[in-house]
């Protein structure tokens, strides 16, 4: 029941029967993946941390914690180094415990906002969400943005809002939060008593159950909680209680009761309604209780919709699995790469043949690749099922969102979109010497997604690349990397745009995305660039200037992001 990092090596193969003598049905029912998203600070890595210890990996819990800790501290050049040592990047991996015969994969997702680019993309590998909030502050950006995309993807949500072991807003007032900012249902699952230095405890509406909140040792699973009745035990829990927090839980059930939105589970499972619930991650206070919950309620692996809209079950016969992360030179001594597959059908099984979304018919790839180059955290999978993520070794032959599979069927699953960058950039060379290399190391980085890239729309073909990023910290990395790993000092000079749209061509009209754009005449204040596939894409400096952009032209089709053809 050990964390791990699914990996797939040739060498030093230690057998791992787990799975094949199980029914691959029974291995599909009992997998669960969930991602957690949340503002930066708010207990992500202390939640994860505490779901570990579920499945017993107490020294995956610290490992968790030495990693995010150094990643907020150290120098960018220092994290990258130390992420490498660890076998682990900046960017999503995998966890995977057991519990009661259960098994659950937590696909992480990077804690600095800065690569809320990753996140995007491992939601397109998740089945289920849990968004945390901090008590205090409720819901905050970060958590707004990734919740666009759970939304999008109609991924079932459950909320824990945490620290209530502190000075905590109305809980009421919580949940209108998210009722009112998101337009979905909230179902209180628990409901907390008291907050701060006065938090005693939840009540689990289902049972009537009070489960009194004792501070736990942090490395330690809860203790045996002591649980009172609401009725039976009401006496108890009178002497317990301070009269006017005895007051307000009797209160609070009957207005939960009449008020609050009914459980249901199909409105859960289309991501309409949200179970709430209350604790305090860093005491391990209300974790089990999610994770009970979760492993009753939350979806099993999805069947996925292909690009031609018809759905592979996970059950379907053959093996198949999409890319949704590229990671490189996770090792400077070796040029190796890492593609993050999620198998959506059929049995993966080290070794194996398969074809490729975007190579010819009839082509086959071996899914395993010798590899000297992982920590010791890596783990050596031989046999893995719809909902796992499977690193596999990449000599170049993946990019973001290629599917693989098996079968005579050619099966393509949708691309992945890229969001909206907020920061654009000039890069520039100044060493001719070195073009080759800038532009290999350029080009890897891209395809990992690390940053996107745009071109300035010339008629003089001045071809200088935009790089185009969420966040400051993607830039450092890249220009670290290009000089690391290519030996490439590149510079930046940045461009004064904040926001990006995509110009799509007009619906129900042969029209061009770009003469619909050339329609409009010059647009002032905006700046002319093109994509990778040499689509229109328009940057600008504000939210003014945009909405002045749309109130002028109201027929130009604006995207906030644009899949690839
Ligand atoms: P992340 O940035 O979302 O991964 O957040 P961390 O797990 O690193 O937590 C951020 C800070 O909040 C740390 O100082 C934690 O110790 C603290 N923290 C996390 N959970 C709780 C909690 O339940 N109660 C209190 N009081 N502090 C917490």
Redesign the pocket.
Known sequence: GNSRINMVLEEDAVSNTDGSVVAEKREIERRRNLAVI????????????KLLLYGGAINQAGAV?AR??SA?KMAVSDWMKMEQERGISITSTVLTFEHNGMCVNILDTP?HNDFSEDTFRTLAAADNVVM?M?AAKGLEPQTRKLFEVARMRQLPLMTFV?????PAMSPYELCDQIELEFGIQTCPMVWPIGDGERFKGVLERDTQLVHLFQRAERTKKATAQAVLHMERDAHALQELLEPDLWEQLQEDHAILSEMAHAWDLDAFLSGDLTPVFF?????N?GVELLLKYFLQYGRAPAPRELASGEHIEPNHSEFTGFIFKLQANMDPKHRDRVAYMRIVSGKFSRGMKVSHSRLKAGKQLTLSRPSKLFGSDREIVEIAYPGDVVGLANPGAFAIGDSLYTGSSRIRFPAIPSFSPELFAYVQNPQPGQRKNFLKGLDQLLQEGAVQMLRARSDQGMETPILAAVGQLQYEVVLQRLKDEYGVDARLEPLPYTIARWVAPPAGSSTSAWDALDSCGKLYNVFYAKDAYERPVILLKNEWNLNALVEDHPKLELRSFMYAP
């Open positions: 949340s503002h930066p600070d708010s207990g992500k890595t202390t939640f994860t941390e914690r995010r800790n907020q804690g945390l901090d945490n620290k209530m072991d502190r604790g305090s991650a860093i005491t206070f």
